[in-house]
């Protein structure tokens, strides 16, 4: 079965940078496109980006433009997204999300990971 | 980037009855090519990731009880739950898919008991 297990929570200080990771199992990893998505605390959900596990091309919502970096490690199937310059209002849960077979509707969710920055 | 908007913010309904939540997005999300609407409904429940319910703005995901279903062409789509059952109690969003960057999402609809 398809399952997406991401990393623990972290907390961090203003301008300083975190990683979050999300291995992928039960499926192909190069088949799907691995998406990001983030909800602050109480409020709706944010769409960060997303890569393409196949050949590493990113696709970045202008809103993080310059600041969210998504790689990939095919050999252990995971997928990573970095956020720099954290400030408090990036505190949020962010979830890694696959998209479906045959369009951009998001049909597996990794369980999140909290972010907290807080000086 | 199209704006989804969702009403009302929340809703409470007697368990049996039926609830009724709207999406209007700030364009059309119907896909020419394939005259299917780039829209997809999900369920989220305290501590859980979204779940996907309904895609296509009709389709509805395997293993998703048919008391939900989902409607609508354009701008404008409903969610329906047909009779409201106690395990239904949680926010629902929808999201459009019709353009990638970036994909946006309704602010969501609290949904609870009467």
């Known amino acids: 079965q398809v399952q997406l297990v991401q990393s623990g929570a972290e907390v961090k200080k203003p301008g300083a940078s975190v990683k979050v990771s999300c291995k992928a199992s039960?499926?192909?990893?190069?088949?799907?496109?691995m998406h990001w998505v983030r909800q602050a605390p109480g409020q709706g959900l944010e769409y960060m980006g997303r890569?393409?596990?196949?050949?590493?091309?990113?696709r970045y919502a202008q809103n993080f433009q310059g600041r969210v970096t998504m790689t990939r490690d095919t050999s252990i199937s995971t997928a990573y997204m970095e956020l720099s310059r954290l400030r408090s209002d990036d505190t949020a849960v962010y979830y890694c999300?696959?998209?479906?077979?045959?369009?951009?509707?998001?049909?597996?969710w990794g369980q999140g990971t909290l972010v907290t920055v807080s000086s | 980037d199209i704006v989804m908007t969702q009403s009302p913010d929340s809703l409470a309904v007697s368990l049996g009855e039926r609830a009724t939540i709207n999406c209007k997005s700030s364009q059309s999300v119907l896909h020419s090519s394939h005259n299917k609407n780039c829209i997809a409904w999900y369920q989220q429940k305290p501590g859980q990731p979204p779940k996907l319910l309904i895609y296509w703005a009709s389709t509805r995901e395997s293993g998703v009880p048919d008391r939900f279903s989902g409607s609508g062409s354009g701008t404008d789509f409903t969610l329906t739950i047909s009779s409201l059952q106690a395990e239904d109690v949680a926010v629902y969003y929808c999201?459009?898919?019709?353009?990638?960057?970036?994909?946006?999402f309704g602010q969501g609809t609290k949904l609870e008991i009467k």
């Open positions: 890569i393409n596990p196949n050949n590493g091309d990113t």
């Open positions: 999201q459009q898919y019709y353009t990638t960057l970036p994909y946006t």
């Open positions: 999300v696959r998209d479906a077979d045959y369009g951009d509707y998001f049909d597996y």
């Open positions: 039960g499926y192909t990893f190069t088949g799907y496109y």
